[in-house]
């Protein structure tokens, strides 16, 4: 098992940059880590994923070119830097780990407590 909880949202402009951070305990390099998130009303979404090496990710078409997944397993962590945030990027954003590197939140087995992240306009 692992536990995970996540850290770095807040509050930020239209046009600016967050860094999440997901801490593991566990058997961390075990796992296909992602990022999922959940705006109010919307169903939750996969933002992008990494595999257990960190050599293999896979992003939303939304976070192309915006967000960057990694993942240093030595300290058991995982990041997400979001640049150039819109306010449609407002959600609470969750980690998960899993045991499949797979694209659908139904192969993640554990799941953070989430992070509020909020861009204004």
């Known amino acids: 098992q692992v536990q995970l909880v996540e850290s770095g949202g807040g509050l930020v402009q239209d046009g600016g940059s967050l860094r999440l951070s997901c801490s593991a305990s566990?058997?961390?390099?075990?796992?296909?880590m992602a990022w999922f998130r959940q705006a109010p009303g919307k169903e939750r979404e996969t933002v992008a994923i990494?595999?257990?090496?960190?050599?293999?990710?896979f992003y939303a078409d939304f976070a192309k070119g915006r967000f960057t997944i990694s993942r240093d397993n030595d300290k058991s962590l995982m990041n997400l830097q979001m640049n150039s945030l819109k306010p449609e990027d407002t959600a609470v954003y969750y980690c998960?780990?899993?045991?499949?590197?797979?694209?659908?939140?139904?192969?993640?087995?554990?799941w953070g407590q989430g992070t509020q992240v909020t861009v204004s306009s």
């Open positions: 998960a780990a899993g045991s499949t590197y797979s694209y659908g939140a139904s192969r993640y087995d554990f």
């Open positions: 566990g058997r961390f390099s075990s796992y296909a």
């Open positions: 990494i595999n257990w090496s960190g050599d293999g990710t």
